[in-house]
């Protein structure tokens, strides 16, 4: 017994210490469907979804038969008196007898069924509710390319930091490389103190760009859990790397796609707009006309002494009652007609701003072309650049050796390096974001 026990304390022991160590791995594609399905704003994104399907559904139930029931009990403390003449009972004329109607303590219980039959209003808000889910769905479709956008940008932020952190510290090594040959030689009075002086610097300011880094490398990831709707804290790893990723995102044939401006998302949520107003002024039209709804109820009262009503001797007195009510708009000082007047204006306004947001799709879509293009060209630039950056520091190292050149130098050749690879991974990074944007605009997937 104490054998298995021990057994099964252990499998729990390693079932826990492999549940704290497991990590999360994803590719961006991976990442993205991850986000749309648990980022805090695509979760309540969708519960705007069934949120307005329960509103139609509310909408459309008012105006259906509504079937109430109240049940009352009133015990009268003090019975009110009501006077009769006393002739009336052969009493003398001229004088009163007091009179106590009914019994001190009665029940009441009542149905109704009501029913509209004609309200304009209740027309044009069922009409509504289609442009209202519509706009729901919209704004769902608008989050979901809120979050894919999100995410593309922590992911790559995650891989620049993790590219930075790598570069940095093949630059210090070589740096702690360089000063410690060039301490040596300035030891055994082969070199000169400023060298010493010039490479120390350059390692000082490369250790402080390292821990920021490394510093950046966790926020970043803290960044992209909460995009993806994890916790901060969870050790999430990526499959890809930042110069793969950019490779498979450059193409420039998506520049040239056929864009449909009702396909975008922007575009179609001003649109809703546009029907929002309309039906708000078919509203304000509505009250003008007549309303009528009918109504049926049943009920049965009982009187008594005592509280005697759940008695089976108890006699009960059934009422019904069959009505309608019709109520008639017939003047209001031009209440109504200034409402409808400001929903006509506000539909007008609806319709030049839906007019004004295609104008302004249609030039972020050619900025978008423009910016995803010159972030290809930059790359580009940005590799080239790289490579001859990486050729003079290589030629100023030999010639440093040789002592061909200075530490100045040297250090020049080496800053321009530093500079030419942080401007190489965001020019990757700019890639990968320039191609998401558009692909938004144009409302196509990765």
Do not use: C, H
Request: no cysteine.
């Amino acid at each position: 017994m104490r054998n298995q026990l021990m057994i099964i304390i252990a499998v729990l022991y390693l079932n826990f210490g492999y549940a704290q160590e497991q990590t999360y791995s994803y590719t961006l594609e991976e990442a993205v469907q991850f986000a749309l399905e648990n980022n805090y704003a695509a979760i309540n994104a969708e519960r705007d979804i069934i949120d307005a399907q329960k509103q139609k559904w509310e909408t459309i139930a008012s105006g259906l038969p509504q079937i109430n029931g109240a049940v009352s009990y009133q015990n009268q403390l003090k019975q009110p008196v009501s006077l009769l003449p006393a002739e009336l009972a052969g009493g003398e004329a001229g004088t009163f007898i007091p009179v106590i109607f009914s019994q001190p303590q009665s029940a009441t219980a009542t149905a109704t069924l009501t029913q509209q039959i004609f309200d304009g209003s209740y027309i044009v808000g069922v009409q509504a509710t289609k442009a209202f889910l519509s706009y729901s769905a919209n704004n769902k479709e608008k989050t979901a390319l809120d979050v894919r956008k999100q995410v593309v940008e922590a992911y790559g932020n995650v891989l620049l930091a993790e590219e930075s952190v790598d570069i940095l510290e093949k630059n210090k090594a070589t740096l702690e490389k360089n000063l410690y040959e060039t301490s040596k030689l300035y030891e055994n009075g082969l070199g000169d103190e400023e060298s010493v002086d010039q490479l120390q610097i350059t390692l000082s300011s490369i250790e402080n760009q390292l821990q920021n880094a490394l510093r950046l490398k966790e926020i970043t990831l803290q960044m992209l859990n909460l995009s993806m709707g994890l916790d901060l804290d969870i050790p999430t790893k990526l499959k890809e790397n930042l110069e793969d990723l950019t490779v498979s995102k450059i193409d420039l044939g998506i520049v040239g796609s056929d864009f449909n401006i009702n396909d975008n998302v922007d575009f179609k949520l001003a649109e809703n707009v546009n029907q929002q107003r309309y039906y708000e002024w078919k509203l304000a039209r509505s009250r003008a006309l007549p309303t009528l709804n009918a109504f049926v109820n049943y009920g049965s009262s009982a009187y008594s002494d005592n509280f005697d009503f759940l008695s089976s001797d108890q006699q009960w007195f059934d009422s019904s009652i069959l009505g309608f009510d019709l109520s008639i708009p017939i003047f209001s000082s031009f209440k109504r007609s200034a409402s409808t007047q400001r929903a006509k204006i506000a539909l007008e306004k609806a319709k030049t701003q839906l007019t004004e947001a295609e104008q302004q799709i249609r030039l972020q879509l050619e900025n978008a072309k423009n910016s995803y293009t010159l972030a290809i060209s930059n790359y580009e630039t940005a590799k080239q650049n790289l490579e001859l950056s990486e050729r003079i520091e290589q030629k100023n190292q030999i010639k440093y050796k040789e002592g061909l050149a200075t530490s100045f130098e040297l250090r020049q050749a080496q800053t321009q390096l530093y500079t030419t690879q942080q401007e190489y991974l965001q020019s990757m990074v700019e890639v990968i974001n320039k191609k998401t944007e558009l692909e938004i605009i144009l409302n196509k997937k990765a």
